[in-house]
């Protein structure tokens, strides 16, 4: 049974930093792109960050240049890496990977249960 469990999360103040790991476990094939998700209360849930199995990132606009987002394929986590915090980036974080499933030949998609971050002003 797959696993994905986020963790980092926490209270920091405007202008500081925090990283997230985001790990996938019990999985019989391999993690390829993994995509970072946040939501806000009374939002709807957004993507921040993406990366390919290759490490290739995808930052959306509101966090191009603060956040970075990182892999290490050998123990399947992803990391985010968050700098320059600022209040609005207050949300529930949630790691969405695709992971291969090699009994079923298939790719499937995944939800951690999230990390809250809240920055406070």
């Known amino acids: 049974q797959v696993h994905v469990v986020e963790s980092g999360g926490g209270l920091v103040q405007a202008g500081g930093s925090l990283r997230l790991s985001c790990v996938v476990s019990?999985?019989?094939?391999?993690?390829?792109?993994v995509k970072w998700y946040r939501q806000a209360p009374g939002k709807q849930r957004d993507m921040v960050a993406s990366?390919?199995?290759?490490?290739?990132?995808i930052y959306s606009d509101s966090v191009r240049g603060r956040f970075t987002i990182s892999r290490h394929n050998a123990n399947d986590t992803v990391y985010l890496q968050m700098n320059s915090l600022k209040p609005e980036d207050t949300a529930v974080y949630y790691c969405?990977?695709?992971?291969?499933?090699?009994?079923?030949?298939?790719?499937?998609?995944?939800w951690g249960q999230g990390t809250q971050v809240t920055v406070s002003s």
């Open positions: 969405n990977p695709d992971i291969y499933d090699d009994r079923r030949r298939r790719l499937d998609n995944y």
């Open positions: 019990g999985s019989s094939g391999e993690v390829y792109t």
């Open positions: 990366i390919s199995r290759s490490g290739a990132p």
